[in-house]
Nanobody, 128 residues
Framework: QVQLVESGGDLVQAGGSLRLACVAS????????MGWFRQAPGEDREFVAA????????IYADSVKGRFTISRDKAKNTMYLQMNNLKPEDTAVYYC?????????????????????WGQGTQVTVSS
């Protein structure tokens, strides 16, 4: 089992910044990759960003490129999402996800079906 807990969500004005964190516990040695997804009211869950846990690469959704930065502190089993220049369209519940054991390649990082464990989410609300 891998447990994931997100934190850092808040209410912020447009143009502001937030830093989300996802702390993994349990069988963290098995984590291969971690990612962020978000779900707005009435919308499907969508990919935001992801990274290989060895730090060999990162990927971003087009909608957040240049504004969001994903990073990790492997020793602390923690992944971060620095969100700058937030827009009302960023309002959503943000979820942390982990892939365990099996490697991921290319487009697999974008699919929520490829992840094995999920946090309960943290609410980000951006006011105009």
């Amino acid at each position: 089992q891998v447990q994931l807990v997100e934190s850092g969500g808040d209410l912020v004005q447009a143009g502001g910044s937030l830093r989300l964190a996802c702390v993994a516990s349990g069988r963290t040695f098995s984590v291969y990759a971690m990612g962020w997804f978000r779900q707005a009211p009435g919308e499907d869950r969508e990919f935001v960003a992801a990274m290989n846990w060895n730090g060999v690469g990162t990927i971003y959704a087009d909608s957040v490129k240049g504004r969001f930065t994903i990073s990790r502190d492997k020793a602390k089993n923690t992944m971060y999402l620095q969100m700058n220049n937030l827009k009302p369209e960023d309002t959503a519940v943000y979820y942390c996800a982990a892939r365990v054991s099996k490697p991921m390649y290319g487009r697999s990082y974008y699919s929520e079906r490829e992840y094995d464990y999920w946090g309960q989410g943290t609410q980000v609300t951006v006011s105009s």
